[in-house]
């Protein structure tokens, strides 16, 4: 069964990134889809490698801290860049089924402005993307 990825970054817009899991979500309710669309997120940090180094021994700390006031917690969510990644994964028989997904999914609202690249299964980097969304949980 051939798989085709749909790559959006969202930049820091964590709320533009959940409207967009909510509404595959929904499509794959109301249209029975299954498992032919998958969705996965990859949050990345923004901040240096060193300094989430010195912090990754203080994140029992962050965590007790967070719970008292939340906005401590937004303020953090601008650091980290969210991609969603999206598995489109139709049989062969279902190409026009197909085809619509791939015109329809970039041009709906959430995910007109998350700079949308799409990789094919014949594509070079298909193997990588693939990986990538293998690995995340």
Not at 19 to 28: L, N, P
């Amino acid at each position: 069964m051939p798989q085709s990825f749909f790559m959006f970054d969202f930049g820091t817009d964590e709320e533009a990134a959940q409207q967009a899991r909510h509404k595959i979500e929904g499509w794959k309710q109301g249209f029975r889809l299954g498992d032919k669309m998958a969705l996965k997120f990859d949050r990345e940090e923004a901040t240096g490698k060193g300094e989430e180094a010195a912090s990754s021994t203080e994140k029992p700390v962050k965590k007790a801290a967070k719970k008292p006031s939340e906005k401590k917690g937004d303020s953090a969510e601008p650091t980290t860049r969210v991609k969603l990644l999206l598995r489109l994964a139709f049989s062969d028989h279902e190409k026009l089924t197909f085809q619509r997904w791939l015109d329809r999914i970039p041009n709906e609202e959430p995910f007109k402005g998350a700079k949308p690249q799409m990789v094919r299964s014949g594509d070079p980097e298909h193997f990588r993307v693939a990986e990538l969304f293998d690995s995340l949980d």
